[in-house]
Each structure stands twice: as C-alpha cells, then as structure tokens.
C-alpha cells in the first residue's frame, strides 16, 4: 500500500490512465482538466470549485451571500457547530469557506441530526467526494473514526491532497489489494483509506455505518450506481445509513436507484439547497429551474439483503 504523499504521487502519476470505471460523461470531460501536485485544477473544472486564494473581503462577500440560504437547514440541531468544523479545515487547506462547502455542511447537520450514531461510531465511506470535502468534514467531526474514500483516479487524487492538506498527522493510504486493504484496517495510525474507483470490490467487506455520496452517481452509468448500492446495502454492518444527492435525470435516473421498499427513509424530496445558489452578480440569490436539472437527496437506513 502506498502512504500519504507516495498515494498523492501515484494518483497524480496515473490521472490520464483509462479506467473500466469512466462513464461516458467522464470519458468526455475528465480529459478537460488537469490536477496538479499543488493542489491547483487547469482547465473546465468538474468537480466543484476550491475557491482559493482566501482573503478577507472574500470570506466577508461569502458570509453575506451565504446568510440567506442558512434558513434552509436551520432546523438540524447541530449546525453551527458543523460550519465552524467546517471553516476550520477551509482555513487549513487554503480554500474559501464557498457554496460547495456550505452545502456539504449542512448535509452532514441533516445526517447528525436524524442519526448522530452514523457519525460518531463505525466507519463511513463517501462516493464520489470533490476536493475531499466530507472525508474531510467527517474526519474533523469523528475524530476517532475512519474514513474510505473512492474515486476516478484524477479526482481522487485531488481528494488526497486537500485532505493531506487538512490534516497532516494523520496516515491515508491507498491501497489495491485485499492483503493491502487488512493491512490497512490492521493499522489504528490509518484514518483514511483511498480506493480507485475500477478496485471499488476492496470495499465489499468493510462494516460502514455510513456512506454518502452528492452529486456524482448521477455522472454514472446504473450498472455502477447498482455496483455501489450492493457494495453499500450488503457490507457486514449490522445497519447502514445511506444519503444519496443527486439530479433526478443524467447519466442515470434517482429514481431507477436500486431503493428498497423497506429502507428506512428520513429525509426525501428535492434538495432545497441544491436549487438555490448565489454568486457575484445581482441579484446575488438564484434558483435554479426544476425540471429535468432538479437535484433530489434522500437519507436512510438501508435494509440489509
């Protein structure tokens, strides 16, 4: 298995590799951007956007902006103490406290809020993770817990570097066989583990009490949602939580997912603040258009085969 900046340096090395895993919308855009070592993306990004460099009169422009879209998870209990966790890492890894991680923020408040057990005991994997967002969220927020993350090479690799980037005395490793993945988990000074997105079975018997995924199942093809759903639905914890966010048509249907009349759902429906967002330019709060681009989220407890 490869450790902290040995991964980074094979990720980065194999970015451009093809993969088994590429959907046709990744086969198309992946090779419109470039990751580099630094952290840094060239060219029509993807993945969400880093926002760096930080300064003061952004950070104050974001906090007004962002202040009215607080109201749409102002009733998850443990909120503002999630965005200052949230601010912390932002600051670390020298990115703006920006709309992708304001999103996230609450995401993780609506998972605490239903099912503070999913966060504070067992390991979570997250799916399709931008700039190592809720791996990171979820590190800072279970200190104790670890975290999987798998991904297309190019953006995992910039998952692992953001993370590096957050916290430097933890160990990540990326692994590519089964010996690799025991060792792995054998290893209490390993926190995240890095799987490449065409080795996804490493992951089929990991007890994960949680896994998330936004916004990127839906650059896939069904076969690859259904792979992650049995991944997810059949590993050995005795329960596993689920929340899935994304658009209801592209790549592949939310609701053609392989859901189970029997999971049980806590939240469901659109995703209030996936349709809204806001941006420099009057009148600073937009709403996006529902219909064929509307975003749905859904969280719950999968009912195990």
Known sequence: ML???????????????????????????????????????????????????????????????????????????????????ARKIARQQGRQFNYDILRHVFTLALIEHHQPDATQSGDALVIGDGFGTMASLLLAHSPGNRVFVVNLTKSLALDMIYLRRGFANINMVLVHTPEQMRAALEDP?????????????????IPLRLAVNI???????????????????????????????????????????????????FEDGVCAWSQQYYSARPPFLHRRPYGQKVVYHRFTELKKP
């Open 3 to 85: 450790l902290n900046e040995a991964a980074i340096q094979y990720l980065l090395d194999h970015a451009n590799d093809d993969e088994v895993s590429l959907s046709a919308y990744w086969r198309e855009h992946k090779q419109l951007f470039e990751v580099r070592d630094d952290g840094s993306v060239h060219g029509d990004i993807v993945l969400g956007n880093s926002n760096s460099p930080r300064s003061l009169a952004r950070a104050a422009a974001h906090r007004i902006l962002q202040m009215p879209l607080k109201r749409l998870a102002r009733q998850y209990k443990n909120l503002n103490a999630i965005e200052r966790t």
């Open 189 to 205: 000074s390993i926190r995240v583990i890095a799987v490449q997105a065409d080795q996804r079975q490493l992951l089929k018997n």
């Open 215 to 265: 916004e990127s199942m839906q650059e896939m093809d069904l076969q690859m949602v259904c792979d992650y759903f049995d991944i997810i639905r059949g590993n050995p914890a005795d329960k596993t939580s689920f929340y899935c966010c994304n658009r209801r048509f592209k790549s592949s249907n939310f609701e053609d997912y392989p859901w189970h009349d029997e999971d049980q759902i």
